[in-house]
């Protein structure tokens, strides 16, 4: 056979399949959700996102470009489809995201107003103090004025006392303020709850409940409490700072009060600052251990 009839025939071979290849070239659904894709890419917000769902998306767009005609509708369904997972995924996953920045801006925001609050209330309380010691030398100067007229002697005193109680009170008001949003101020940062305390001649005292213990160690509860407590005591200045924990046997309290150390050194509490002892008393559900910060 000559190679000329042979020409021939690839020529229409090439002729009769060339109006299918331009046709699927052409083809306004594979361009329309090729268009979407590429858009979608393009953006510059969430081009970069939900890339699995793109290349699913991209896949069916070339299974439906070599589709036969008896393929094809169910090809086009599952390319529309996979476009609009692409676009919703992409769309869903900026969302997220977006919301997460939102939720560690609001977090960043409270904790500013906390510790703006707390400065405010720490620099109420240098205030009174300041005024407490100019009362002090006020009371002072009138007391030895006082001595030297007997009479008026009773009445001073009694007005001196009444002033200087009323400054005690509201100095004791605004440290407890201060203590007050110090402790917001733990609790966000720490993200775990302070245990409750309670102000006495020691200072403030915080009470660990059994259940912040399993036999010598922290249980996870007392591990959280822990944490917010080591916060807590690194906002402002502190005195000493004492661990006490209660069991009939004195060795598992001791070890109860060594954990209970450990972990507030572990959370940023220098450790030449607390102390730590273990008693021979029986503890209470709701006070297995205390933690005493001194005025």
């Known amino acids: 056979m000559s190679l000329r009839p042979r020409g021939f025939a690839l ?41 699995y769902e793109q290349l699913e998306a991209r896949q069916a767009i070339t299974s439906l470009d070599d589709a036969r005609r008896s393929e094809r509708p169910g090809a086009l369904y599952v390319a529309e489809r996979r476009v609009e997972i692409a676009e919703t995924a992409a769309a869903a996953e900026s969302a997220k ?11 960043d925001l409270l904790l500013q107003a906390s510790r703006r609050e707390a400065e405010r ?57 201060e203590a007050a949003l110090a402790r ?16 006495d001649a020691r200072g403030e005292a915080f009470a660990l409940p059994a259940t912040a213990f399993v036999q010598g160690a922290l249980s996870g509860d007392g591990k959280a409490a ?6 807590y005591l690194q906002i402002g200045k502190r005195g000493r700072i004492r661990v006490e924990a209660f069991a009939k046997d004195v060795k598992l309290a001791q070890a109860r009060a060594n954990a209970l150390k450990a972990a ?32």
């Not at 220098?270 to 006070?287: E, I, M, R, T």
């Open 121 to 177: 209330a720490r620099q109420e309380a240098e205030l009174l103090r300041i005024q407490s010691q100019i009362q002090a030398e006020e009371t002072e100067r009138l007391r030895l004025a006082a001595e030297a007229e007997a009479a008026a002697r009773s009445d001073v005193e009694q007005a001196l006392t009444s002033a200087t109680g009323r400054q005690a009170t509201q100095l004791s008001a605004a440290r407890r303020k």
């Open 264 to 295: 507030l050194v572990a959370g940023g509490v220098p450790a030449a600052q607390v102390q730590a002892n273990g008693k021979a008393a029986a503890g209470s559900a709701k006070k297995a251990a205390e933690v005493v910060v001194a005025p």
């Open 11 to 51: 020529a229409a071979l090439l002729l009769a399949i060339a109006p299918a290849l331009v046709l699927a070239a052409d083809d306004p659904d594979v361009l329309r959700l090729q268009a979407r894709l590429d858009a979608l890419q393009a953006d510059p917000t969430l081009g970069r996102l939900a890339a």
């Open 226 to 231: 822990a944490s917010a407590l080591a916060a």
């Open 97 to 107: 995201r977006e919301l997460a920045g939102l939720d560690l801006q609001r977090s």
């Open 184 to 199: 917001q101020e733990a609790e966000l940062v720490s993200g775990a709850k302070l245990p409750a305390s309670t102000f």
